[in-house]
């Protein structure tokens, strides 16, 4: 809602405002730090198959984050961008 209601304010100036909602991002050291727990790796491996096209890596979210503030998404705010493999729609 902040993004949304921020966007709201913002947009009468010109600026653009979108949020990148990650889920689970691969070879990070966030990464490494759950699955080195028995019960987060569980967790972390459980959602990583809910990702049908495959778990997200910082290049992907960072792609992302390019596009967005690029002229491509000059349209585009006050959105909620998930990147996250198709985890979220199931």
């Known amino acids: 809602m902040f993004c949304r209601t921020a966007a709201l304010e ?3 100036d010109g600026v653009r405002i979108n ?3 990650p889920s689970l ?3 990070t050291p966030g990464a490494s730090l759950i699955a080195a727990d028995p019960f987060a790796g569980k967790m972390f491996e459980k959602a990583a198959t809910l990702a049908h096209l495959g778990v ?3 290049t992907d979210l960072a792609e992302a984050a390019l596009f967005l503030a690029g002229p491509q998404s000059r349209r585009i705010t006050g959105q909620a961008i998930s990147v996250n493999g198709g985890i979220s729609v199931g």
């Open 10 to 12: 913002a947009k009468r």
């Open 19 to 21: 949020l990148l909602t």
């Open 25 to 27: 991002i691969a070879d």
């Open 56 to 58: 997200a890596d910082a």
